[in-house]
């Protein structure tokens, strides 16, 4: 027993400190557990990042998105306001297209067959 008590030999902060923990047998068996587990909070750190990066674009583009909707309702109004029969008939009278407006209504044509 009094081999294996020399053999495991507490970690302190000194070494930590001196850096001769790297040369003890327990801390080495250890080395790749800790090395995985420092990739794995790296992978984990700059997920992280990314998606709060992705969040950020997301934000941006539906503030865009409310911009365009707008947009697009107020042309749709310009437009349905361009295209009432008052408007249509000042604009071509504006352009003096000399186009009139019938006076009778416009009959169906039938053919035979």
């Known amino acids: ?15 930590v400190l001196l850096g001769s923990i790297f ?12 090395g995985l587990l420092v990739f ?27 911009e ?6 107020t042309i749709e109004a310009e437009l349905m306001n361009m295209n009432r029969y008052s408007e249509v008939l000042r604009r071509v009278n504006d352009r003096g297209l000399g186009l009139k407006q ?3 209504v416009p009959k169906k044509i039938k053919v035979k067959e």
């Open 23 to 34: 040369l003890n047998k327990e801390v080495l068996r250890w080395l790749p557990v800790l």
């Open 1 to 15: 027993m009094d081999v294996n008590k020399q053999n495991k030999k507490k970690v302190g902060v000194r070494q």
């Open 102 to 104: 019938p006076e009778r």
């Open 68 to 73: 365009l909707r707008s947009e697009a309702a």
């Open 40 to 66: 794995l909070g790296l992978l984990i750190i700059s997920n992280r990042f990314k998606g709060e990066k992705i969040l950020r674009q997301m934000v941006v583009v539906e503030e865009e998105i409310k």
